[in-house]
Structures are given as structure tokens and as C-alpha cells.
């Protein structure tokens, strides 16, 4: 998969508390009225390995097993998005772990009161969005199309 320019890609998980609280159209709003292009998303219930895999940096955490519960307890919406710069991007429209203290504006900011519940996972760097993209998307979910809007969302030096 291209992560190059603005092929760039990340993942989006909304968790089960932005799904329970009925999240998912205001969510998914935000990142298209910021200008980016949607090219994957599913509906899953994420298993144990896929879990341990995707939150290897915290599996030995005391918090884990029940931050792993909190996931499986619905299924996920799964997005890619794409765009330049498009992870740090989407990271800023996060906002921080601890979404009490999360900037407002931000999606934890506006949304979230917990540290484990904060609505959404989103990549930390273009690196761990490669895994990540390739972790829940096959290449062939991934769809390639022009988004008109571009015309109007970048100038041509940056489209280049
Ligand atoms: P982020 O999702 O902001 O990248 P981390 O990768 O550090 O944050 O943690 C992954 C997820 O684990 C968080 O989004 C949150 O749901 C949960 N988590 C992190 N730290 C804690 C904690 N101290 N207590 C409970 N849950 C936590």
C-alpha cells in the first residue's frame, strides 16, 4: 500500500463506547469536514489475538485485561483515511489518551470523560499505521477513487 504524499494512510478505530453512544455519524463527519478521503471501512468484532497483537505496547499493563474486555464488549468500526500528513493530522483531531484532559475541540476533548472509554484509536505514526492498515485492511479493501473535492482542499504544488 502507498503511504507517500497524500496517499498517506491511518487507522481509525471507533471503540465500543463511540458505537454504544451512538458516535459514529458525528465522528466520521469530523474527519470528512476536515478535507480527508475515506478509503476503507468495516464493521468487526475484534478476538483476543488481534487485540494482543494491536495493543502489544500495553499487554503487560495492569490495565490491559480490562481494556481488552472494553473492546470486545461490541464490535468496532474500522476506518482508513488518507490524506497529507493525514496520521499527525488525525492524531490532533484525537486528542490525548486521557480524555478528561483531552484539548477541546478534539474528538476525546468533546466526547470522552475516561482514560480506557476515549471513543476512538487513532495511529501514532506513519510507521505503526503501515502495520496497523495492513493489520485490519487487505489490499483489495482498500479503494482507490478521485475525491473531487481535492480541488478545493489542496493547491496543485501540494496534489503533486
Ligand atoms: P492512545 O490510544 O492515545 O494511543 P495508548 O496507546 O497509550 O494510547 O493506550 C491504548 C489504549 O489503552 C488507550 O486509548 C486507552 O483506551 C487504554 N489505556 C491507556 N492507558 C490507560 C490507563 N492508564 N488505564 C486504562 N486504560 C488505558
Redesign the pocket.
Known amino acids: 500500500m502507498d503511504f507517500t504524499g497524500l496517499k498517506e494512510k491511518t487507522l481509525v478505530i471507533i ?1 465500543p463506547d463511540g458505537i454504544q453512544r451512538g458516535l459514529v455519524g458525528t465522528i466520521t463527519q469530523r474527519f470528512e469536514h476536515k478535507g480527508l478521503k475515506l478509503v476503507g471501512m468495516k464493521m468487526m468484532r475484534l478476538g483476543e489475538k488481534i487485540l494482543k497483537e494491536h ?1 502489544a ?2 499487554a503487560d ?1 495492569p ?1 490491559f485485561p ?2 481488552a474486555h472494553f473492546m470486545q464488549s461490541t464490535p468496532v468500526i474500522l476506518m482508513c483515511w488518507e490524506g497529507l500528513d493525514v496520521v499527525n493530522t488525525v492524531r490532533k483531531i ?1 486528542g ?2 486521557k480524555a478528561r484532559e483531552a484539548e477541546a475541540g478534539s474528538i476525546r476533548g468533546d466526547f470522552a470523560m475516561s ?4 471513543v476512538i ?2 495511529s ?1 505514526s506513519v510507521e505503526t499505521a503501515k502495520t496497523e492498515v495492513a493489520r485490519f485492511f487487505s489490499e483489495e479493501d482498500i479503494c482507490d477513487y478521485d475525491k473531487t473535492e481535492y480541488m478545493h482542499v489542496y493547491i496543485d504544488e501540494e496534489r503533486e
Open positions: 471503540k495493543y505496547h500495553i499493563k490495565f480490562g481494556v484525537t490525548i489518551t482514560v480506557a472509554c476515549n484509536h487513532a501514532d
